[in-house]
Nanobody
Framework: QVQLVESGGGLVQTGGSLRLSCAVS????????MDWYRQAPGKPRELVAT???????NYADSVKGRFTISRDNAKNTVYLQMNNLKPEDTAVYYC?????????????WGQGTQVTVSS
């Protein structure tokens, strides 16, 4: 059974840092592109960062230079290091795995972790 479990969210002041973790079980990690999304109240869910199976990364413009996504294939875990946090980073952060198998991609989501940045 595939499970994605996020952790590391919390309350932090403007300018602070947090590191989110997403542990993936079910044997899909090494064949999955891993993403972090976020959703603020009243707003659509948006893609924050992506790391491919080959560790190629991409970021939303709003977080470039502040956030770093990384993966540890030995631990089946993806991380999101968030520095210089701003109030507009407040959201529920979700981990997503895009498992690639041949011509098929299947998506799996975690339950989310709340990040609140106080001004």
């Amino acid at each position: 059974q595939v499970q994605l479990v996020e952790s590391g969210g919390g309350l932090v002041q403007t300018g602070g840092s947090l590191r989110l973790s997403c542990a993936v079980s079910g044997g899909i990690f090494s064949s999955s592109t891993m993403d972090w999304y976020r959703q603020a109240p009243g707003k659509p869910r948006e893609l924050v960062a992506t790391v491919s199976t080959g560790s190629i990364t991409n970021y939303a413009d709003s977080v470039k230079g502040r956030f770093t996504i990384s993966r540890d294939n030995a631990k089946n875990t993806v991380y999101l290091q968030m520095n210089n946090l701003k109030p507009e980073d407040t959201a529920v952060y979700y981990c997503k795995a895009d498992r690639h198998s041949g011509f098929t991609t299947v998506a799996y989501w975690g339950q989310g972790t709340q990040v609140t940045v106080s001004s």
